[in-house]
């Protein structure tokens, strides 16, 4: 018989990916900083809505600030990009 406590120990230790693929209600308390920092409210971040212009910047135009919660929830320079969809809107895409 497999015991409840090992297996939520085992899932535990079981590496998460990025934050950036999780809900509001799952993120550590570091990533939810990381995120409020960056001006996401728990509705914005489940709703995919970016806060303030923020998903039309090129990595190199973000603040020092802005890079370190990015990275924090799991956005790396190199998956960071725009694309400017058929409607003209900027829609911020990762390459995975």
Do not use: C, V
């Not at 015991?3 to 230790?13: A, C, G, I, V």
């Not at 409020?36 to 090129?58: E, H, I, N, Q, R």
């Amino acid at each position: 018989m497999i015991r409840r406590k090992s297996l939520l120990s085992e899932e535990r230790s079981m590496p998460k990916g990025p934050a950036y693929t999780s809900h509001w209600k799952d993120f550590s308390k570091y990533e939810r900083e990381a995120a409020k920092a960056l001006g996401f409210t728990k509705k914005m971040w489940d709703k995919g809505a970016w806060p303030g212009g923020l998903d039309s910047k090129y990595w190199n135009m973000l603040e020092t600030g802005e890079q370190a919660a990015l990275e924090r929830l799991g956005y790396l320079q190199s998956k960071w990009d725009i694309t400017i969809t058929n409607d003209g809107m900027n829609k911020r895409i990762f390459q995975e």
